[in-house]
Nanobody, 115 residues
Framework: QVHLVESGGGLMQAGGSLRLSCVASGSRSSPDEMGWYRQAPGKSRELVAKVTRAGIATYADSLKGRFTVSRDNAKNTADLQTNSLKPEDTAVYYC?????????WGQGTQVTVSS
């Protein structure tokens, strides 16, 4: 069973940057897909970005150009570089992995952007 651990969240002023990291463990196989979702207070969880094992990335349209997802298959990591942060980016960011037909979620890391 895949286990995910996120790191890198925190408090940042608007305009700043944060790098979130996710490490997957517990499986000999590299996940078919890894990525990041986020959930703001009172809102549904939404896709931020995801990347396949082949390196094909998908982004939420509203975040293209500010956020970049990257992946290291050898280390089973997926990072999210967030730039030009806005107060509306405040949310809990969850790492996710898809392998053998199952989705696994991390515990989430809080990102708070102050104006």
């Amino acid at each position: 069973q895949v286990h995910l651990v996120e790191s890198g969240g925190g408090l940042m002023q608007a305009g700043g940057s944060l790098r979130l990291s996710c490490v997957a463990s517990g499986s000999r196989s590299s996940p078919d897909e890894m990525g990041w979702y986020r959930q703001a207070p009172g809102k549904s969880r939404e896709l931020v970005a995801k990347v396949t094992r082949a390196g094909i990335a998908t982004y939420a349209d509203s975040l293209k150009g500010r956020f970049t997802v990257s992946r290291d298959n050898a280390k089973n990591t997926a990072d999210l570089q967030t730039n030009s942060l806005k107060p509306e980016d405040t949310a809990v960011y969850y790492c996710y992995a898809f392998l053998f037909g199952r989705s696994t979620w991390g515990q989430g890391t809080q990102v708070t952007v102050s104006s």
